[in-house]
């Protein structure tokens, strides 16, 4: 889930917007593009209340009042569910547009309505093939959508329903509601994925505008990675010890990792899985792991060393020159992180900085300042993460250093559990002292756009909202 929040509504005297999207959004762009929508709105003069009705694209929302002081926006799901958040209509939105645009067709996402009527054969919900037809100015039903059944046998009669009816039945063509009149489509149902995506022939005024293996339109399907594996257990053998179990198999070493002290309290044994079950895979893969060998963990690095045992272990850095065999600073720093990432959505961006690269900050940059700011920006140095660090007052930081991002770690603790968020990110820290909980108040910022923590993840309590 993320959430984003108007910052300029206020200005007018109106509550602000807070928009949800159960999943990430299709792209960055249309995040700012209905905040902007709203913020320009209330700027010119429009005033919203609750229970009225917004159209965006072809779908329609309800404003509704949140219990934080901020308005909200609610879609219709099903027949009489409403939901408050704006995945499909931003989502529709952006696909219908997206369709039009490799059409070179006018993108008119507005041209339709979910009350709009369409023709359908009933017979076309269980059909391998689609024809749909959006009717041309020679037809009473000009800029109606007509749909029927492509295959060959004897066809049932037409009826009429509402696009939302038909978008909730074949949600793969409502990428294609908004394309012009006298544009048809062919669709065979083998060619839709899972994800939405489909490949088409799209023909517009009796021209072909698609090769004749068709064009693909919409999500692209989810990669191999994005689905579970199974793993290879894992094996304890003594107090704060775990093991690979699959060495003597591949002829390797069976690797061990140490814990002397709990990384997060009452879940050491899931956390161990993320590194172990790695190597695990890697070994059955073909890779081979020896002695003075270095590994990324998150932003940490682990090194390989022999045992007595005649297994490998795992060493983490504990000071500038200083390393021991445990691993639990690593699995308490990726825990902490991906904690952070997923207050806010953005596991699947998660972007680990190298300890041993480096940010820039501000000579204004000290342990009494107030605020903090943290801004990570794209890098085509590959000793850079991106991360910026600077104070929040409007003046000369002064001079810029680089620092690494272990020393920057070691010097503000507090900063690491952001280090990896994604590049257009940027964090507001405030110091425990000026906040009414006594711990460090955060706020986020995604592409400029406050992004607020999902209600009872880590980053909401950390700044005492529960």
């Known amino acids: 889930m993320q959430i984003f929040r108007t910052a300029t509504c206020a200005d007018s005297g109106h509550p602000e917007f807070t928009l949800v999207f159960k999943d990430e959004p299709p792209t960055p762009n249309t995040v700012g593009w209905i905040l902007d929508h709203f913020q320009n709105a209330v700027a010119g003069g429009t005033r ?101 059944c492509g295959d060959e046998h004897d066809h049932s009669d037409w009826s009429f329903m509402e696009l939302f009816r038909l978008s909730v039945a074949l949600p793969f063509v409502t990428q294609f509601l908004a394309l012009p009149p006298e544009t048809g489509l062919i669709i065979e149902r083998r060619r839709v994925g899972p994800a939405g995506g ?72 899931s956390l161990v899985q993320w590194i172990l079950d790695d190597l695990q895979d890697s070994i059955a893969a073909g890779t081979r792991f020896a002695s003075g060998q270095t590994i990324r963990v998150g932003w940490r690095t682990l090194r390989v ?80 993460c991106g991360w910026m660090v600077c104070c929040r007052r409007d003046h000369d930081h002064g001079t810029w250093s680089s620092q690494t991002i272990w020393d920057l770690s070691e010097s503000m603790p507090f900063v690491t559990q952001f280090l990896a968020l994604p590049v257009a990110a940027s964090v507001v820290i405030e110091a425990p002292h000026t906040t009414p909980t006594g711990r460090i108040g955060v706020r986020v910022l995604l592409d400029g756009r406050h992004l607020l923590p999902e209600p009872g993840s880590y980053l909401s309590a950390l700044n005492g909202s529960g």
């Not at 100015?137 to 749909?147: R, Y």
């Not at 799209?202 to 199974?230: E, H, I």
């Not at 020159?321 to 639990?328: A, F, G, N, S």
């Open 305 to 384: 060393v022999d045992r007595a045992d005649g297994m490998l272990g795992l060493q983490e850095r504990v000071d500038a020159d200083r390393w021991e065999e445990h691993v639990e600073l690593t699995l308490r720093d990726l825990w902490y992180q991906k904690e952070v990432a997923a207050s806010l959505g953005l596991t699947k961006r998660l972007a680990f900085p190298a300890e041993d690269q480096c940010a820039a900050v501000a000579e204004c940059v000290n342990e009494t300042i107030p605020t903090l700011l943290l801004s990570r920006a794209e890098s085509d140095d590959p000793d850079s």
């Open 48 to 148: 919203f209340v609750a229970g009225q009705s917004v159209g965006i694209g072809w779908r329609g929302l309800r404003v509704i009042e949140r219990g934080d002081g901020t308005l909200g926006l609610e879609e219709r799901v099903a027949e009489d569910v409403w939901q408050e958040h704006v995945d499909q209509a931003l989502g529709d939105l952006w696909w219908q547009v997206d369709a039009a645009a490799k059409l070179g067709l006018p993108e008119e996402p507005d041209s339709v309505a979910e009350d709009h009527i369409a023709a359908v054969q009933s017979c076309v919900f269980d059909a391998s093939a689609l024809i749909l037809n959006r009717l041309g100015p020679d037809s009473p039903q000009h800029g109606g959508w007509a749909i029927r």
């Open 198 to 269: 489909v490949v088409a022939d799209v023909a517009y005024k009796d021209t072909m505008l698609t090769p004749d293996d068709g064009m693909y339109f919409g999500p692209q399907p989810a990669s191999v990675d994005a689905f579970p594996k199974a793993h290879f257990a894992i094996g304890r053998f003594g107090e704060g010890l775990y093991r690979t179990t699959i060495g003597d198999r591949h002829g390797h070493p069976d690797i061990v990792a140490c814990l002397t002290t709990p990384p997060i309290p009452g879940t050491q044994d």
